[in-house]
């Protein structure tokens, strides 16, 4: 019996020591070490440096950003506003390296420049070209994207590929859908500007070919 008495009491002893040790450990944890008012000064004043560099930064990104905007639209020249009606306006540009003066004396300019000249074609032209090109365009229509009409050709869009125009008139028996003064006015057209190329920077107009294809185009 006191045998028992002592164990039991043992065990209780070990249960108060075991519950000890455990609010001890969990007070500890509790614990936080305290800054003395030296330290925390000190923690403040490196966390405000840090604050103060990144926005100095975010600043400094800025403000170049804002400096480069500007100055690039300093140096930005419009050389032709669409509400000018500009008689001749003519700007030197390097020529390239690509020309082979010696070879291709004839069609290599003697100058290079950008030119505009609002002049060279007559209001009544340029409607009566835009009117010609409507008309042939309106046969056909490609399914997305720009649609083409080749005068010389003949090539038509036509949903996801291309007709020939003149095939289609002939079958439907319209020879004069396109009239001689049509084509007359395109011809007319097209040698006035290569002259006006040839005149402007030294070259031959005999030796000035159009690009091929040369077409009208429209992304309606």
């Known amino acids: 019996m006191s045998s028992r008495?002592?164990?039991g009491q043992s065990g209780i002893d070990n249960f108060k020591k075991s519950s000890d040790?455990?609010?001890?450990?969990?007070?500890?944890h509790d614990l936080s070490p305290k800054l003395s008012n030296s330290e925390a000064k000190s923690l403040q004043s490196q966390l405000a440096k840090r604050i103060g560099i990144r926005v100095a930064f975010l600043l400094g990104v800025l403000g170049f950003g804002l400096w480069f905007s500007l100055s690039t639209k300093k140096q930005a020249v419009t050389f032709a506003?669409?509400?000018?009606?500009?008689?001749?306006r003519y700007f030197s540009v390097p020529c390239s390296n690509d020309y082979d003066f010696r070879k291709f004396k004839g069609c290599a300019p003697k100058?290079?420049?950008?030119?505009v000249m609002d002049g060279l074609l007559s209001s009544q032209e340029v409607e009566a070209l835009l009117q010609l090109a409507k008309t042939g365009l309106a046969l056909g229509g490609?399914?997305?994207?720009?649609?083409?009409?080749?005068?010389?050709?003949g090539a038509?869009?036509?949903?996801?590929?291309?007709v020939n125009i003149y095939s289609i008139l002939r079958q439907r028996g319209e020879s004069t859908?396109?009239?001689?003064?049509?084509f007359e006015l395109y011809r007319q057209v097209k040698g006035r500007i290569q002259q006006a190329v040839a005149t402007e920077f030294g070259i031959l107009p005999s030796e000035?070919?159009?690009?091929?294809?040369?077409?009208?185009?429209?992304n309606d």
């Open 142 to 153: 490609s399914n997305g994207g720009a649609s083409i009409l080749d005068l010389h050709s």
């Open 177 to 182: 859908f396109f009239t001689k003064d049509d």
């Open 21 to 28: 040790d455990d609010a001890q450990s969990k007070a500890g």
């Open 156 to 162: 038509l869009s036509m949903g996801s590929g291309f």
């Open 5 to 7: 008495k002592k164990r």
């Open 208 to 218: 000035i070919y159009l690009t091929k294809p040369t077409f009208f185009f429209t």
């Open 81 to 88: 506003r669409q509400n000018e009606v500009i008689v001749r």
């Open 111 to 115: 100058t290079c420049g950008r030119v």
